[in-house]
């Protein structure tokens, strides 16, 4: 079914300075809420991050006992790497989902349309309920496996607060970068009405560039110089690497301002795509 969205109702903004703040915080909370309430998926998925994240750990012991010093990593390094890894798989949303979910659910019910009718910001909407549900998987997906690793193998974790910190402001730059990709590949929906081909695709590149399959400094000659550089590096490669006190001073203020770029850039590429897709919507079903 064609339905064109008159011109006056595109894209309304929210309402203005703490109105908005308010409803955002207000739709975060509630994507919080919401994922809280899948307790038994959750713990299948704390449980199976663990149990990955045993037998990487023991790969990975492997390789830099026969490689030791691979990618710059010592021993302990490279198993906290795996941890950490593991704690953000669901957090940044690797495999996809979230989000993605529910558009794709309201591009085949007709729903969609309606959406762009609200008198609140189509991108901004989706951005805070992506974050609440980030915050609940970093918790409960995150912390339980990582003090499991810790428990059993020699990890490094940092000792000084502020790193932490800005490790917590770096995992919530990957989550908005995350976000940014994933908009996108929704936003195809305009067009094709189903996205999953080209979700499936971004698992597979997202799986091999972000980090999460092997440090991105082990990548060979001019690929390993120019996936650091790529948006993927910033969801798992980045904020690990922070973690892990791989740099300071200039260096980490030079990775977070990578991280910001490319959250700044995919977040003004999909407000541009949404404002073309939205001057006619095409949807399948009521």
Known sequence: MLNTVPAATRLRPPPDGGGAARLYLAVARAGFRRFAGYRAATLAGTVTNTVFGFILAYTFLALWRARPGLGGYDTAQ????????????????????????????????????????????????????????????????????????????????PHDPAVWAVFLLSALLAVVVSFGLRFLVSLTGF????????????????????????PLGLFPGWLGELAPLLPWAAMIQIPTDVFLERHSGAGLLGILGLQLLWAVLLLAAGRAVQRLATRKVVVQGG
């Not at 974050?131 to 998987?137: P, S, T, W």
């Not at 996205?195 to 799986?207: D, F, K, L, N, W």
């Open 78 to 157: 490279a198993v906290t790497y795996i941890w950490i890894s593991q704690a953000l798989l669901a957090t940044v949303a690797v495999l996809g989902g979230g989000f993605q979910d529910d558009v794709k659910d309201r591009f085949r019910s007709g729903d969609i349309a309606i959406d762009l009718y609200r008198p609140v910001d189509f991108q901004g909407w989706w951005l805070a309920t992506d974050l609440g549900r980030a915050g609940f998987q970093l918790l409960a997906r995150g912390i339980l496996p990582t003090a499991a690793g810790a428990f059993a193998f020699d990890t490094r974790l």
């Open 191 to 214: 067009w094709m009405q189903d996205a999953e081909g080209i979700r499936s695709v971004m698992v597979v590149v997202t799986m091999f560039f972000s980090g999460m399959l092997l």
